[in-house]
Structures are given as C-alpha cells and as structure tokens.
C-alpha cells in the first residue's frame, strides 16, 4: 500500500485555505489537517511544535497572513504584520527542517515596486512600495533560508470565500447606481481555487523543485476592466467608470504594474493555468449556487 502523504493546512479560514478544504476530497491520497489561528497560531512556538509532533507531516502549505495592506500602514499593525508575515514563517521554516517537513509558502506580487514593463520574473529584482510587501519579501527570505521551501507569489485573490475585490465589487453593483474603479494599475487575477488546485496537484505529484516561483490566471487586466468584466457576468447595470490610482488615494502605495511570469511553474510542475476570464464566471456561478 503507498504511504499516505500528510498535508498540514496553516490560516485555513482565508481564502486560499478555505480552497484547499474545499478540494482537499478530490485528493484521497492525501490526509489533511487545517489549522487557523484558535488551534495553531503561527506566532506560537509551542502550538507550532505540537501540532508538528503529533501530525508529522510531510507538507505544509502556509496560507496564514497578514493581509490587510492599508492597516500595516500604522505602526502597530506593521509590528504584527512582521511578527506574521516574517518572524512566524521563519519559525515555520526552522520547524519543517527539524521534522523533514516541505514548506509551500505563499508570498505576493507587492514584493515589486511595480516600475517594469514586461512579467517579473521569480528572479527580477524585489523592491516593495508597502509594509504589507516588505513583510512578505522578508518573510519569503527566511522560508529560504531556514529550509527549502517552495515558495509561490501571487496576486489578485479572489474566491467564494472571504473578502476580495469580486464581492466588493457585487455588492457595490447592488448597491449604487454608478462606481468608480481605478484603471491604470495592471496585473492578473488569480482565483483562489485554481491556486489551491495547483498546489495540490504540486503536493500530489511529489515533484519538489525548491525556489520561487510565480502564479495567477493567465491573462492581463486592470482593476476596471476586472470589474466591467464581473459587472458582465453578474447582468448588473450599474455604470462603471474608469479612474487614475492619484483619484483614489490609499494608505499603502501599489504596484501600477504587477504582471507576473508564471514560465518556471509551469515548466517545472506541468500544470496549466486557467485564465482569469473563465476563473471569474466558475467563481461567480460557485457564488449564485451557494
Ligand atoms: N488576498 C490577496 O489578494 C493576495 C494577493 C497576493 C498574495 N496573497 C497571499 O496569499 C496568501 C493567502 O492569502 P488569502 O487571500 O487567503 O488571505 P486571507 O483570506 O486574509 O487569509 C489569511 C488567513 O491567515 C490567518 N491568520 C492570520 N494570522 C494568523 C496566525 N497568527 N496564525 C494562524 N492563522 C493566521 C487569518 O486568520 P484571521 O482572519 O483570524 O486573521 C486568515 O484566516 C497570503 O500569504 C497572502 O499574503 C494574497
């Protein structure tokens, strides 16, 4: 009989952890244990430790964040956003090496200053404009350092579950009869299940290459053309009107152009991506059946 590959799950509640619950029986190969914050956190070195020695697993995905980009602005919230998206993942990465456990880490396009004009490369220079993003390329760098971990950057997540642009973007539709939506800040969506599923087909697979690498749908758009896009597939008549990022000013600076090549994902774990137009109406038909 082959063994059975144990998967813990960290920060299951968020989106991308909500997607792997969600098709983690699509994988009877695998045994899962998602954790959130209440029965591991992942600042707690002792809740870390036991939850490793009593599951022994032979992956962790961290889908654990600090995720609110404009709040890490203030001062307070950055030391939290540290000790969650850094120190915790450095605590992650010492405890994999020690239990011979790999480490899927999830890391972000907000690591660029978001100044280039073709895809960034997993190996293109790092420059975040935000807190959120400094955390995260820190974060990333000791998930290297203290083990080898695959680390995988995205973008744009959306999904059923959580808060994201896509449902902001419907109940603003239902809401108003007219909504403002910036339109010079370019990048890909990435629908948080296609995310999930890669990584399980990665895990499943057994084909471990450490390093960063790159994922989002396939394809390019703005935040207006990805609301006139969600505005089309739900029939809402509500008037989308296009605006400068300089109209709409935020706590956090982003990236205008956060385009990521996706190449060595692909050619290293021969998986396809979707793209984000067919993701979009999976993920708004998944929302009108729930
Ligand atoms: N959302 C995006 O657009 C986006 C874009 C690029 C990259 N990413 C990255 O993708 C990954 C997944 O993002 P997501 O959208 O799924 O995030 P999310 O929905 O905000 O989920 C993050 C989860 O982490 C949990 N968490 C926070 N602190 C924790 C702790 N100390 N211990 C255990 N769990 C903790 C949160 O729980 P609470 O709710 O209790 O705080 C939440 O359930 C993250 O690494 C994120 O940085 C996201």
């Not at 739900?234 to 990521?260: D, G, M, N, Q, W």
Request: charged share 20%.
């Amino acid at each position: 009989m082959n063994k059975q590959i144990k998967v813990l799950v960290t920060g299951s509640n968020g989106q991308v952890g909500s997607e792997l619950n969600a098709l983690s029986h699509q994988y009877p190969a695998l045994v899962f244990k998602f954790t959130d914050r209440s029965n591991m956190s992942i600042t707690d070195p002792e809740a870390v430790e036991s939850c490793f020695r009593d599951f022994e697993p032979d992956y962790c995905i961290n889908c654990a964040a600090y995720t609110a980009v404009d709040k890490a602005e203030e001062a307070a919230a950055a030391v939290i956003a540290t000790q969650i998206n850094a120190d915790a993942v450095e605590l992650l990465a010492r405890t994999c090496t020690a239990h011979n456990t790999k480490l899927v880490h999830i890391s972000t396009d907000y690591v660029f200053d978001g100044t280039a004009h073709q895809p960034y490369r997993p190996d293109a220079a790092t420059n975040p404009v935000s807190v959120y993003g400094a955390t995260k390329l820190k974060g990333e760098q000791l998930a290297a350092a203290h083990t080898d971990a695959v680390i995988i950057r995205t973008a744009w997540v959306y999904s059923s579950f959580g808060k994201n642009f896509v449902k902001t973007m419907l109940r603003l539709m239902s809401e108003r009869p007219a909504i403002n939506v910036v339109s010079d800040q370019q990048g890909s969506p990435t629908y948080a299940r296609d995310l999930a599923a890669a990584i399980l087909d990665l895990v499943s697979k057994g084909k471990w290459v450490a390093g960063i690498y790159h994922y989002t749908n396939e394809g390019t758009t703005t935040w207006y053309d990805f609301a006139v896009a969600i505005k089309k597939l739900a029939s809402s008549s509500c008037e989308v009107h296009p605006i400068p990022t300089s109209a709409f000013p935020t706590p956090a600076k982003r990236p205008s152009y956060s385009v990521l090549d996706k190449s060595s994902f692909k050619d290293t774990f021969h998986l396809n991506i979707p793209y984000w137009e067919s993701s979009l109406k999976k993920c708004i038909e998944m929302m009108e059946v729930a």
